[in-house]
């Protein structure tokens, strides 16, 4: 399993955004809350970084200590978009988390592009990752979070319908906090 370093390595300018202390989420409050847990990766990038933006493309969202009730109603308002799309047969097949193998998202791109964990196992740290395009178009990478965040800087995963290099080491890096 890949670590925040191995991100930074692959994206420089998010090194910037290290936070100076690891934060203190209250992971029990969103597992409840999600009625899940989340995968060890994505707690440990958020340990280290604050929301942040790649590229003016790709957005991650991380929680933060002291709203961790504004995170979970942003994934809240998210598992309801997709179940809209369930709705119209837009979904690709997908649906949304708590259904058994559904999607819990984790971040968008700018474009109107979903990512999501696809919550196919009860160990979230084997969850995998499934992009939901602007366009329609639905497509899985077998990659955790940072596997795929990390791939995708490097070209090594299919990017599907997102445009070819839309984020690369020299991509900028801004955080979503104010």
């Known amino acids: 399993m890949l670590t925040p370093r191995d991100l930074v390595e692959a994206l420089p300018g998010l090194s910037g955004l290290i936070l100076s202390e690891p934060k203190v989420v209250n992971w029990g409050y969103i597992a409840t809350e999600l009625e899940t847990d989340l995968p060890r990766d994505f707690k440990e990038l958020s340990l280290k970084f604050s929301a942040f933006e790649v590229g003016g493309f790709l957005r991650v969202w991380i929680p933060d200590a002291g709203y961790e009730d504004a995170y979970v109603e942003g994934i809240r308002y998210e598992l309801e978009t997709i179940s809209y799309l369930v709705d119209d047969q837009a979904s690709g097949g997908y649906a949304p988390y708590p259904n058994e193998g559904g999607l819990l998202p984790w971040g968008q791109s700018l474009d109107g592009d979903l990512f999501c964990w696809q919550t196919r196992d009860l ?17 899985e990478v077998e990659a955790g979070l940072l596997e795929f965040l990390v791939g995708l800087i490097n070209g090594t995963f299919d990017t599907g319908e997102l445009p070819p290099n839309v984020i690369v080491s020299e991509s900028s890096v801004v955080s979503l906090v104010k």
């Open 123 to 139: 160990d979230p740290n084997s969850w995998t990752v499934v992009i939901g395009g602007a366009n329609g178009t639905w497509w």
